[in-house]
């Protein structure tokens, strides 16, 4: 009786196992906030985490700290700061539990099209190619929490159209929803992607006479995107920071940004090509899941067991997505990380193209089977994730640490990034801001310049680090204590010792 009992629950939730262990190795061996490394020195990563640690100690986001991207973002890294407060490993136990719901998406994705067993052999493939790209950077990028949502967005969607009324049902209208909102405030521009999933819900809600479900649906909708944003507003209002968050996060991102991408101050031509040539260079950062991503394409659109509801609901979503996330003619590498969730049509398209009728094999040779697949994508994983290379160092080696045992001589030290992003010397220091401008940023903002001047000027910070730059006139107050791989660490020379 126990024998059978434990038999049922493996055959009902294995996969769940399955697919959490292909989570653990890939995000183990490819994101650099895992214990395998030893520290994510990727700059983006640290502001997120100097910021979460700042709102963490009591200060206001935009108003008492600036940062370019949303909220929620950095109440993720809040949190990680409360696992582990001058590392990684908090950020690195959340990358798991947003790449477990990252892996059952692509999981119910692929058994829309194909059987479950080949589903489950294909999933560490799919992972391999979404978590191998040089588009993942180095872990923890914004991109990587909202790609889950995202994907299970598309299922949504998909197993909406693919009924025969194409109707989805209303908690996935709620959830997406929610989604949506979870997107807008960690970065906006990836909410594009759901505008263009309730437009496209709602035409296939009237194409098919849903006209009351159309409307309720947009309204089941927005109502979990405004319920999901309350906290949001709430926090800024409470904190009278409403008009810094607008400024900071919607019109400085807008305005501002606009103003140093590709294209920006070009003709209309210009600015196409801006974004052309921006989508163009995302298949160099992630050329892994486009290889996966054009034969796919290439098979949903002549594949007559794929109706035409579903391959307008793919590739309208494709296109919103491209469209919003290159919208502005920048081409950073982890831009394109998020289309990395329509590499599961190139797994359909395999697996079809292989058959779908052959025969049932026994559990254990399928067991066999699928651990050879994830050995051997993890084995090309450990040849081209570009992060490898830092596997295994002693984090003493790195320039961080040996600038945070200097600074840690200094009780309570204040430190300041000049006019860089993060260089991770406040992670490593376990150090809490106390300048609003904490380092530099992609934004032309005079302000950070400005203030970030005026506190070196005035010796308002024990340290200050400095990246490939030789600051003038600072020999008056601050000495030079190391230099290190491009980066100059000056010390107050009034400062406190211990």
């Not at 993720?76 to 719901?101: D, W």
């Not at 469209?323 to 969730?341: D, K, M, N």
Request: glycine share 8%; net charge positive.
């Amino acid at each position: 009786m126990v024998a059978k009992s434990v038999k049922s629950v493996y055959t009902r939730y294995g996969h769940f196992l399955w697919l959490a262990i292909c989570v653990f190795v890939f995000v183990t061996v490819c994101s650099t906030s895992s214990f395998l490394y030893p520290m994510n020195t990727w700059c983006d990563a640290n502001c997120f985490f100097t910021v979460g640690k700042a709102m963490a100690n009591g200060k206001i986001l935009y108003k008492d700290i600036y940062e370019q991207k949303g909220l929620y973002l950095y109440v993720l890294y809040a949190i990680a700061y409360g696992i582990s407060q001058q590392s990684f490993i908090g950020a690195y136990l959340l990358e798991l539990a947003f790449g477990f719901a990252f892996a059952c998406a692509v999981y119910r994705l692929l058994i829309l099209y194909i059987r479950k067993d080949a589903a489950l052999v294909l999933t560490p493939v799919l992972l391999f190619l979404s978590y191998t790209p040089q588009s993942f950077s180095q872990g923890g990028s914004a991109e990587e929490f909202v790609q889950p949502l995202m994907a299970w967005a598309l299922w949504f969607l998909l197993s909406g159209v693919k009924k025969r009324n194409a109707s989805m049902l209303l908690r996935h209208y709620a959830l997406a929803g929610v989604f949506a909102a979870f997107a807008f405030w960690v970065k906006f521009t990836m909410c594009g992607f759901f505008f263009v999933f309730i437009l496209v819900a709602f035409l296939f809600e009237l194409r098919n006479k849903n006209v009351r479900r159309a409307f309720t649906g947009a309204g089941v909708f927005a109502g979990g995107m405004v319920g999901a944003s309350l906290p949001a507003l709430i926090y800024f209002a409470a904190n009278g920071a409403l008009g810094d968050m607008f400024t900071a996060y919607i019109y400085n991102n807008i305005f501002l940004y606009a103003n140093r991408t590709a294209g920006a101050g070009a003709s209309v031509w210009g600015k196409l090509w801006g974004i052309l040539r921006s989508y163009l260079l995302s298949f160099r950062f992630g050329w892994q899941f486009y290889a996966a991503i054009l034969p796919g394409f290439v098979y949903f659109a002549i594949s007559k067991r794929v109706s035409g509801k579903e391959k307008a609901a793919l590739f309208a979503l494709y296109g919103g997505t491209v469209i919003f996330t290159f919208a502005g003619g920048v081409g950073y590498r982890y831009y394109g990380q998020p289309v990395c969730i329509f590499a599961f049509t190139g797994g359909v398209a395999l697996c079809r193209l292989m058959g779908d009728n052959t025969r049932v094999v026994k559990r254990d040779v399928f067991a066999c089977g699928a651990a050879a697949i994830l050995a051997v994508t993890v084995a090309l994983s450990l040849h081209l994730c570009p992060n490898v290379s830092a596997m295994g160092r002693d984090k003493n080696d790195l320039v961080q640490y040996k600038f945070a045992r200097i600074i840690n001589e200094t009780p309570n030290a204040t430190s300041l990034d000049y006019l860089s992003l993060d260089t991770g010397v406040y992670t490593a220091a376990g150090i809490v801001p106390t300048c609003k401008y904490f380092c530099g940023l992609n934004i032309p903002l005079d302000d950070i310049a400005q203030t970030q001047n005026r506190w070196v000027a005035e010796g308002k910070t024990d340290y200050v680090v400095a990246y490939n730059v030789i600051p003038e006139r600072w020999e008056e107050k601050y000495e030079l204590l190391m230099v290190k791989d491009g980066y100059r660490l000056y010390g107050l020379k009034e400062r406190k010792r211990k």
